[in-house]
């Protein structure tokens, strides 16, 4: 079974700040990792994906997320907030093989204060 | 390119009536993936369609149910409605890689 683990419901930062969202992850096999992130009242919009490869990826927005595998960790971070970044983020996780679906964790709120 | 699509935006029914959701993927995505996000739940996994079969399921009843269709598009039927099924309701399409494309959900109300 595969599961996610984002260990604060809530992270505050001023503007300007290092901003970092954490996540920790259990699959069977090799993960495929991801973050999402959510608006209120709308659908989740992808922001990065490590499948393979470099340990830090780079996404949209300014975020990245640095791989883990001793740590199975896939911390997302950005070297200044903004105070747009302010939303709820989802780090989810799925296994290399067939079943694609991926899980979710419980989600971060980062709220970014001006 | 259209992202994936959802109607309606809100549903709202009453305890025991049946709701059907609608999703349409992006063009070339063969596979669609339904979530269940209730407030303080998360995501919750419902069901994966790929190729018009069902893949697997989550850990919902068996009221919740649905189908994809040969153009990929897919329906989300939940029976019997009750009041804890009020929730947002995702769609989501993939390619092989499993990236995942989020539609903007369908809010349903249960009264």
């Known amino acids: 079974a595969q599961s996610v683990a984002q260990p604060e419901d809530q992270v505050n930062v001023a503007e300007g700040n290092p901003l970092t969202v954490k996540c920790t992850y259990s699959?069977?096999?090799?993960?495929?990792l991801f973050w999402y992130v959510q608006y209120p009242n709308r659908g989740l919009q992808f922001l990065l994906k490590?499948?393979?490869?470099?340990?830090l990826v780079k996404g949209s927005y300014g975020f990245e997320a640095e791989f883990n595998k001793s740590q199975t960790s896939f911390h997302l971070k950005k070297p200044s907030a903004l105070v747009s970044d302010s939303a709820l983020y989802f780090c989810?996780?799925?296994?290399?093989?067939?079943?694609?679906?991926?899980?979710f964790g419980s989600g971060t709120q980062l709220t970014v204060l001006p | 390119e259209a992202g994936v699509t959802q109607s309606p935006t809100h549903l709202i029914k009453t305890r025991g009536q049946q709701a059907t959701l609608r999703c349409s993927p992006i063009s070339g995505h063969t596979s669609v993936y339904w979530y269940q996000q209730a407030l303080g739940l998360g995501l919750q996994f419902l069901l994966w369609y790929d190729e018009g079969e069902e893949r697997n399921r989550g850990n919902f009843p068996p009221r919740f149910s649905g189908r994809q269709f040969p153009n990929y598009s897919s329906e989300l039927n939940v029976n019997a409605l009750e009041l804890e099924d009020s929730a947002l309701y995702l769609c989501?399409?993939?390619?092989?890689?499993?990236?995942?494309?989020f539609g903007s959900g369908t809010q349903l109300s249960v009264l």
């Open positions: 699959v069977s096999g090799n993960p495929y």
């Open positions: 989810a996780v799925r296994d290399s093989g067939s079943a694609r679906q991926l899980t």
């Open positions: 490590y499948i393979t490869g470099d340990n």
């Open positions: 989501a399409s993939s390619t092989l890689a499993g990236g995942l494309f």
